[in-house]
């Protein structure tokens, strides 16, 4: 093989090379704009999320409330029925 043929094939694969590379690099900031893109979907998700959350503790508190309140008047007719049988 020539020296002239050499240089040709490394050319061409040098070419190669340019092309695959330059390709990596759109993947990479098409990847880039997936991963900000895919970022800002958690990022709302967790804050939508978060809200329901809140919205459901909230309402398990009031329940809870509710039934303390539901409990206590109970107490006081058990004793008062308690009071009354003896």
């Known amino acids: 093989m020539s020296d002239r043929e050499l ?3 490394i ?3 040098m070419g190669k090379l340019t092309n695959e ?7 990479q900031k098409k990847t880039n704009k ?4 895919l970022s800002n979907t958690v990022a709302r998700i967790e804050q939508e999320h ?4 809140d ?20 107490e ?3 004793e008062y029925i308690l009071k009354r049988v003896k």
């Open 7 to 9: 240089l040709e094939v």
């Open 11 to 13: 050319a061409d694969q």
């Open 21 to 27: 590379v330059s390709g990596l690099k759109i993947e």
């Open 34 to 37: 997936e991963i900000q893109v």
């Open 50 to 53: 978060g809200k329901k959350l």
């Open 55 to 74: 919205v459901l503790f909230d309402g398990y508190v009031q329940n809870n409330d509710r039934l303390n309140r539901i409990e206590k008047a109970v």
């Open 76 to 78: 006081k007719q058990e």
